[in-house]
């Protein structure tokens, strides 16, 4: 998944869901917790490969994996284009109203607005990219 879209959540919740990203995420798809206190979403299918991939850890690892499962949310699109985020997942992003939804290879990132853009201008220098050009061998 790519690019970067900028929506408003709407008074219940709700956030509309870029087409091109619909297309990938599908019609059903499922947002958890992210590291960087931002939402992941995953089409079924990428949900499927991560939960296959926990369940062949040992038990003692599956145990550090809770929270992503525990707060995850099945989310389905409405008529619309649009998907309701539940609150607590919405208040672990600071998501409040701008949100910046952006791919991010196998999932898509929901961010407040204004904490992505202070990610974006800490990740996006020269020096940054390089650095990952580098990691990726090319």
């Not at 619909?22 to 019609?27: A, H």
């Not at 995953?42 to 992503?68: A, H, I, T």
Request: hydrophobic share 40%; aromatic share 10%.
């Amino acid at each position: 998944m790519t690019g970067e879209y900028q929506h408003t959540l709407d008074n219940k919740g709700r956030i509309f869901i870029p087409a091109k990203l619909r297309d990938e995420l599908g019609e059903v798809f499922f947002v958890t917790l992210s590291m960087d206190r931002c939402l992941c979403a995953y089409s079924s299918e990428n949900w499927k490969l991560l939960s296959d991939k926990v369940s062949g850890m040992p038990f003692v690892k599956q145990r550090k994996m809770r929270p992503l499962f525990a707060h995850a949310a099945r989310c389905e699109l409405d008529g619309q284009g649009r998907a309701l985020i539940p609150q607590v997942l919405r208040e672990y992003a600071g998501l409040t109203k701008s949100v910046t939804v952006i791919g991010c290879n196998n999932h898509a990132e929901l961010w407040d607005s204004d904490t992505w853009k202070t990610v974006f201008d800490e990740e996006t220098t020269p020096e940054n990219i390089a650095a990952v050009m580098e990691e990726l061998e090319f």
